[in-house]
């Protein structure tokens, strides 16, 4: 195995004292379940740095906090474990998409490094075994400032749909669909670690 560290980022706040920590990004079905995204995402890494730590893999978690934290400190906060590390370290930045889609996609910045491009890869070539009933989306650019400005590799992963009710029923909001999506992102991660050891 190289030495290659994973920094688990996760989209938006979580909740305190039953309060979210971010305006917008959830929603509300007719029926009255509401997903929170930054809940979400966190429940995800949660699970996967419990799995890492099973693993004995090690990791850095990006947003320890459940409070909302400016995309300038993520940045410097990621920056400065790459500097630390010595330019080991990539970042895997977890969210759920909306616009009332399907599937799972992964966003790169427009000027990837070609670790950045690998990791991305890995996201495609693994989502079919994790999710075989479901569609990956592609590998998309846009210059997402947790992309373009930090000097780690570095990619999104967009994990369904939360306006979606379907998805969202399915897997956002169960602990099965939950499990799954962190044994996915832990793949990811151990494949690209292995890749490049």
């Keep these: 195995m190289s030495n290659l560290i994973p920094v688990l980022g996760n989209g938006h706040g979580g909740m305190i004292g039953g309060v979210y920590q971010t305006k917008g990004k959830r929603f509300t079905f007719e029926d009255g379940t509401t997903i929170?995204?930054?809940?979400?995402?966190?429940?995800?890494?949660?699970?996967?740095?419990?799995?890492?730590?099973?693993?004995?893999?090690p990791f850095y978690d990006l947003v320890p906090e459940q409070k909302d934290i400016h995309m300038s400190t993520r940045i410097s906060r990621a920056d400065y474990l790459y500097k630390k590390?010595?330019?080991?370290?990539?970042?895997?930045?977890?969210?759920?998409?909306?616009?009332?889609?399907?599937?799972?996609?992964?966003?790169?910045?427009?000027?990837?490094?070609?670790?950045?491009?690998?990791?991305?890869?890995?996201?495609?070539?693994?989502?079919?075994?994790?999710?075989?009933?479901?569609?990956?989306?592609?590998?998309?650019r846009k210059n997402f400032d947790i992309l373009a400005l930090t000097?780690?590799?570095?990619?999104?992963?967009?994990?369904?749909?939360?306006?979606?009710?379907?998805?969202?029923?399915?897997?956002?909001?169960?602990?099965?669909g939950r499990d799954r999506a962190a044994a996915y992102v832990v793949d990811i991660i151990e494949n690209f670690i292995k890749y490049h050891s």
């Design 85 to 140: 590390s010595k330019g080991r370290t990539f970042l895997i930045d977890i969210h759920s998409n909306a616009g009332k889609g399907t599937g799972c996609e992964t966003w790169i910045c427009w000027k990837s490094s070609s670790k950045t491009k690998t990791l991305a890869n890995w996201t495609e070539a693994l989502f079919l075994k994790h999710f075989p009933e479901s569609k990956f989306r592609g590998v998309k």
């Design 151 to 176: 000097n780690n590799p570095a990619i999104i992963l967009e994990l369904f749909f939360m306006d979606n009710e379907q998805e969202c029923k399915k897997y956002l909001l169960t602990s099965e």
């Design 36 to 57: 929170y995204e930054g809940e979400y995402n966190r429940a995800i890494k949660a699970r996967v740095m419990e799995q890492l730590t099973a693993k004995g893999i």
